[in-house]
């Protein structure tokens, strides 16, 4: 089994920053595409960024240019530095990862959520 657990939410002004981790941690052999996604209440869960293994990044139109995607692949950890917040950016921000697990099996798994709150 793999577990992702994110941490680093909270609230914050406009302008300010967070960044948020998640530690992947189990039955681990390889971590492929890792990702944030991101939930507002009432609203679907949409992409926010994803990293593949070799450090390819890829961001939602709306964080580019404020939001930093990246991992440590030694230590199974994800990171997203979040710069120039807005209100619109408040949401459940959730992390996954395509693990390969030392069995052999691929799945994609996701963690709890860590709430970003940006007041105005």
């Known amino acids: 089994q793999v577990q992702l657990v994110e941490s680093g939410g909270g609230l914050v002004q406009a302008g300010g920053s967070l960044r948020l981790s998640c530690a992947a941690s189990?039955?681990?052999?390889?971590?492929?595409?890792m990702g944030w996604y991101r939930q507002a209440p009432g609203k679907q869960r949409d992409l926010v960024a994803t990293i593949t293994s070799g450090r390819v990044t890829r961001y939602a139109d709306s964080v580019k240019g404020r939001f930093a995607i990246s991992r440590d692949n030694a230590e199974n950890t994800l990171y997203l530095q979040m710069n120039s917040l807005k209100p619109e950016d408040t949401a459940l921000y959730y992390c996954s990862a395509l693990v390969q697990s030392v069995m052999g099996v691929t799945l994609r798994y996701w963690g709890q959520g860590t709430q970003v709150t940006v007041s105005s």
């Open positions: 189990g039955s681990i052999f390889s971590i492929n595409n």
